[in-house]
């Protein structure tokens, strides 16, 4: 069975994940881990508080590392690789570093930097995101874009799926659409508890650090096919330093990323790490895909003999 590997982005992290994987990899989680980071991965991952464990700079590197160090042991267990993988926001670096564009190490250097610079981008002013629940593109487009003609702040930040689109911009601006969204033709406006417009202009400090980094790391060529969110294409290694630099300032194309790939015949999708948000918006988006979750090593068995086609299929 051909498929498709997904991993989560900042959102799915909680207190306790990786517990196994901790147990397992303490070559990846702890050694390599805390050599990089300068603090124990497994201290906020096991113990918590949970709001540090959602600190921007604390999430996205823990995040990164738990979802990379199961599918490494997925990899070595699964007889055959996907044919594609796909990331959503941070975790397109998960995508990349499972396609061995980059070794483990150097992608979470790369993710740590990545955590600080979007941080202090968000703390340098106030500025959030909100969820419109039954707007598509095109409308959130519509407001977006009227907002800033009246010389406010605000953007289409996630296509996640049908009927689903983050929009980032200023306390304001998130402030006035809660206000008039249903006037707006929106269904409801949920906001989010970001640390900041993520996927937006207020991000530029964070895309300009990005790219001197990026610009100095050499990338591998792709084991598989990574899709980048900024196009919503397979991603030409040439072009990766500067698509992952301008995916913090543009939106995340998730949904036309897991149409494309149904367009192209995979009807098998993987979400490999904490939570299982990519599965619900491959499910919402391709109409009659497999979508499969591996959260732990527990469900690692059961995940296999369906990808190898010996269990039923899960919709």
Excluded at 191 to 214: D, Y
Aim: glycine share 8%; with cysteine; charged share 20%.
């Amino acid at each position: 069975m051909s498929y498709a590997i997904l991993f989560p982005g900042q959102g799915s992290q909680f207190v306790g994940m990786g517990a196994d994987l901790f147990e397992a990899r303490p070559d990846l989680l702890v050694d390599q881990a805390d050599e990089v980071l300068g603090w124990s991965l497994r201290d906020f991952c096991l113990k918590g508080p949970e709001e540090e464990l959602t600190r921007t700079e604390r999430a996205q590197p823990a995040l990164f590392a738990v979802a990379f160090a199961l599918w490494d042991e997925l990899r070595k267990r699964v007889s055959h690789p996907p044919v594609a993988a796909a990331g959503h926001s941070l975790g397109e670096y998960t995508a990349l570093a499972a396609a061995e564009v980059f070794d483990f190490p150097t992608a979470l250097r790369i993710v740590a930097l990545r955590g600080r610079a979007m941080a202090a981008a968000g703390d340098a002013e106030p500025s959030s995101m909100a969820a419109l629940i039954g707007a598509d593109q095109e409308k959130a487009e519509e407001i977006a874009a009227s907002r800033r003609s009246s010389d406010g702040r605000l953007w289409v930040a996630n296509l996640n799926a049908p009927g689903q689109v983050v929009v980032a911009g200023g306390a304001a601006d998130i402030e006035w659409l809660q206000q008039k969204g249903r006037s707006l033709g929106v269904r409801r406006v949920v906001p989010l508890k970001v640390a900041g417009a993520f996927h937006s202009p207020f991000m530029a400090p964070a895309q300009a650090q990005l790219a001197a980094r990026l610009a100095s790391v050499h990338l591998g060529e792709p084991a598989f096919p990574v899709w980048s969110n900024v196009t919503a294409a397979e991603a030409d290694p040439e072009q990766l330093p500067e698509l992952l630099a301008r995916q913090v300032v543009a939106p995340v194309r998730f949904s036309d990323t897991i149409l494309g790939m149904a367009e192209q015949g995979i009807q098998t999708f993987l979400h490999v790490g904490p939570g299982d948000v990519t599965a619900g918006m491959a499910r919402r988006t391709a109409s009659g895909c497999d979508a499969l979750v591996l959260n732990d090593l527990a469900g690692m068995n059961e995940t296999i003999l369906k990808l190898e086609g010996d269990g039923e299929e899960t919709r």
